[in-house]
């Protein structure tokens, strides 16, 4: 088990930047799948991003192709989503999560931070 603490989030305008963090602790992060997940209020929690234990592979959802990246720094047992281009529907609840497939289905992986708040407004 991980434990996963998010960070970051915040009020933004569109066309806006954030960087999420999401710390985990454990010696074995670097074993692990790290995901993004949003919800948004009234919605299903939906993939956002996904990234490989090495780092090599990543996936991204169509919507946020092109200007959100997934990164992780091993060392540091952190993952993060940099957020550019930000919309009004980019609005949500963003939850890391870890676990052992890297996978866009939320129920496939183990472990998931408490979430930070992401509010896209003018």
Same mark, same amino acid.
């Given at each position: $088990?991980?434990?996963?603490? =998010?960070? +970051?989030?915040?009020?933004?305008?569109?066309?806006?930047?954030? /960087?999420? &963090?999401? *710390?985990?602790?454990?010696?074995?992060?670097?074993?692990?799948?790290?995901?993004?997940?949003? $919800?948004?209020?009234?919605? =299903?929690? +939906?993939?956002?991003?996904?990234?490989?234990?090495?780092?090599? /592979?990543? &996936?991204? *959802?169509?919507?946020?192709?092109?200007?959100?990246?997934?990164?992780?720094?091993?060392?540091?047992?952190?993952?993060?989503?940099?957020?550019?281009?930000?919309?009004?529907?980019?609005?949500?609840?963003?939850?890391?999560?870890?676990?052992?497939?890297?996978?866009?289905?939320?129920?496939?992986?183990?472990?998931?931070?408490?979430?930070?708040?992401?509010?896209?407004?003018?």
């Amino acid at each position: $088990q991980v434990q996963l603490v =998010e960070s +970051g989030g915040g009020l933004v305008q569109p066309g806006g930047s954030l /960087r999420l &963090s999401c *710390a985990a602790s454990g010696r074995t992060f670097s074993s692990y799948s790290m995901g993004w997940f949003r $919800q948004a209020p009234g919605k =299903e929690r +939906g993939f956002v991003a996904t990234i490989s234990p090495s780092g090599a /592979r990543t &996936s991204y *959802a169509d919507s946020v192709k092109g200007r959100f990246t997934i990164s992780r720094d091993n060392a540091k047992n952190t993952v993060y989503l940099q957020m550019n281009s930000l919309r009004l529907e980019d609005t949500a609840v963003y939850y890391c999560a870890a676990g052992w497939v890297t996978d866009t289905t939320p129920a496939l992986y183990n472990d998931w931070g408490q979430g930070t708040q992401v509010t896209v407004s003018s």
